[in-house]
């Protein structure tokens, strides 16, 4: 609770309409103990006072009765009306979307028929039909305003619903004996319960205007009782010579409806798990950059490298906090050359590779320190367009997930011609055949036949080769791979492995792997970088890193590996969590997990030391050890 209203309160337009609201509905709540005039005495002989006239603060109507008394009685009666209709409404149709989306079958066929036909009139007319059809009143209006909101809430629960009803949780509560009352209580309602709070705090504005406009039109509340539409559709006749009687109302009208619409945005945004800062932002086109360092010098970066990581740092601030999850990374890979990157989950693989092309999401990601040079071009705040140029075309991604980054509507051969045409001018024939020769590239069985098939259709060592494909779309310099053999079974990851090697050797590709798996990494890779807490803490040569570690991180790492026919022995672990990054500690990351740390270790930064290729952040090596 205190997080969403945290998250609320960050929300400015919607803290304005929390405030605005919360002080109209104590007004109205208060109204019975202010010392008002009598909402409906008539005095003609006192009509259409001005504002701030002896004994009417807002004036008085064509009857003579005081505006502030009306004015306040009637904003009690319309919140009053609103928040029951959107109650009304939100029960009644959550109820028919959930039993609808849990039941199925002929029940959802009948519900949903009803609900379409319900939608099928404008509602409006729908709410004056239901109106003639019961007569004048305001209990009468609330129904109608109930009623045409219905299928709003009906079909947005429904949907929801259905993605629930075949869940494993569902099928488990079925199978403990639950029956069906009690599962879309127990089960179905505390996960739609949000959406329908949601629903009710965006629509209850709405609603009040729905019955004050009813009211305007004579068929809500009937004189001399006070809304808010009622008093609107009374004064106009007098709009011209006394504006005060409609400029009252209508004000009041304009303060609820806009509040509560901020403020049922701002709690639709505290409580989406996709949008916690609270307030409606689209993510940027490219990382933002708020370098707070000088930017290293291109001398400092290896004269050979195709692509030079320097000092790079990057953030996420989410709700005052600062998560610091690259904290300073050289990395360099050269032509033809195979780096490594591996460590623990949550070191900063993933967001260090991201960072090379502004990828990372902003908000909250920042890219706080550092240069990333590709062929001595900075590519850090570089202009949208010009990162756009290089994606895909000098620089290349193989996502971890490719059913989450191929689009599920398009077929795999278009999705492939659009990244080729995105880059180079050529006609659909042209992509097509080039597409059609990728998937040959990566060994895809039947070319021809898949090139029309969707992702859903294909396996996940399919769909990672056609990520494999997109990505040697355009003849790119570099790949970065971001583990994509996690999911797959080990033959599939040996056939992946195995073709991506075969494609650095004939084409000359650089490739960054990022991997959790020692096995892959001596498989594939000449070089290797161990991550840890957003830092490099060794590098070198795969065979020498794999023979002699030098960090113990690196070590213990490499001990967490299972060997085949080796002989018994015990299964290393690494004692302890990976410091949070957004309290990393002083000195050596790895200092709380390590069983030679010492004072030192944790005292200052440390900072890389080592000679030729090799390279360790450590006071004590495992040299030292030996």
């Not at 009644?92 to 989306?101: P, T």
């Not at 590239?441 to 039947?446: A, L, T």
Request: proline share 6%.
């Amino acid at each position: 609770m205190r997080q969403f209203l945290r998250l609320l309160a960050r929300n400015r337009l919607a803290s304005l309409g929390g405030v605005v609201i919360t002080g109209i509905a104590m007004l109205a709540l208060i109204t019975p103990l202010l010392p008002l005039q009598h909402p409906d005495v008539i005095d003609t002989a006192h009509r259409f006072l001005f504002p701030f006239s002896e004994g009417h603060l807002l004036g008085t109507d064509q009857l003579g009765r005081d505006l502030l008394s009306r004015l306040l009685w009637g904003t009690r009666l319309s919140l009053a009306v609103g928040v029951a209709a959107a109650l009304a409404a939100g029960i009644v149709g959550s109820g028919m979307g959930m039993v609808a989306g849990y039941v199925g079958g002929r029940t959802d066929n009948i519900i949903m028929r009803a609900v379409d036909m319900l939608m099928a009139f404008p509602y409006i007319l729908l709410a004056l039909a239901i109106v003639a059809a019961l007569g004048p009143g305001l209990m009468n209006a609330l129904i109608a305003v109930a009623a045409v909101n219905v299928p709003f809430f009906a079909r947005n629960i429904r949907g929801i619903t259905l993605g629930l009803a075949r869940r494993e949780f569902v099928d488990a509560a079925r199978l403990s004996g639950k029956g069906h009352l009690r599962i879309i209580l127990t089960e179905l309602l505390p996960n739609v319960l949000p959406v329908i709070v949601v629903a009710m705090s965006t629509t209850v504005g709405w609603m009040i205007l729905e019955t004050a406009g009813l009211s305007f039109l004579g068929l809500g509340a009937q004189p001399p009782q006070a809304d808010l539409g009622g008093m609107l559709g009374q004064a106009r006749s007098a709009m011209i010579t006394s504006p005060h009687t409609s400029v009252v109302p209508g004000v009041m009208i304009f303060l609820i409806v806009m509040s509560v619409n901020l403020l049922g945005d701002g709690v639709r945004d505290a409580l989406d798990p996709r949008l916690r800062s609270g307030a409606l932002s689209r993510p940027r086109a490219s990382t933002r950059v708020a370098r707070q360092h000088a930017v290293p010098a291109p001398e400092a970066a290896p004269a050979d490298a195709l692509l030079a990581v320097q000092a790079l740092e990057t953030q996420f601030h989410v709700t005052g906090r600062v998560y610091r999850a690259v904290n300073g990374v050289d990395l360099a890979v050269k032509p033809g050359e195979c780096l490594g990157v591996i460590g623990e989950s949550g070191s900063g693989k993933s967001v260090t590779a991201l960072s090379v092309m502004g990828l990372v999401a902003s908000p909250p990601g920042v890219i706080t320190g550092g240069a990333v040079r590709y062929r001595g071009e900075d590519l850090i705040g570089a202009p949208y367009a010009r990162l756009r140029d290089l994606r895909g075309e000098s620089i290349s991604y193989i996502f971890q997930d490719p059913l989450s980054t191929l689009h599920p509507l398009y077929r795999v051969g278009d999705q492939l011609a659009e990244a080729i045409r995105v880059h180079h001018p050529v006609s659909r024939a042209e992509a097509r055949a080039r597409a059609l020769q990728l998937l040959h590239d990566v060994r895809i069985p039947n070319p021809e036949g898949r090139i029309d098939d969707y992702p859903h259709e294909m396996s996940g060592g399919m769909r990672q080769r056609v990520g494999i494909a997109m990505a040697l779309a355009n003849d790119p310099d570099i790949i970065i791979a971001d583990e994509p053999t996690t999911a797959l079974d080990v033959t599939v990851q040996a056939q992946i492995l195995g073709l991506l090697d075969d494609l650095r050797r004939d084409r000359g590709l650089a490739i960054v792997f990022i991997t959790h798996d020692f096995g892959v990494v001596a498989q594939l890779c000449d070089r290797v970088a161990v991550m840890y807490a957003g830092q490099i803490v060794e590098t070198g040569p795969t065979a020498e890193v794999l023979a002699a570690p030098a960090h113990p991180y690196t070590r213990r790492l490499i001990a967490c590996v299972p060997e085949l026919g080796g002989g018994r022995r015990e299964l290393a672990a690494i004692p302890g969590l990976p410091p949070s990054v957004d309290a990393l500690p002083d000195g050596c990351a790895f200092a709380a997990r390590c069983d030679r740390a010492v004072a030192d270790c944790r005292a200052g930064r440390i900072d890389m030391t080592g000679t030729g290729a090799r390279s360790v952040r450590c006071l004590f090596p495992e040299e030292a050890f030996a």
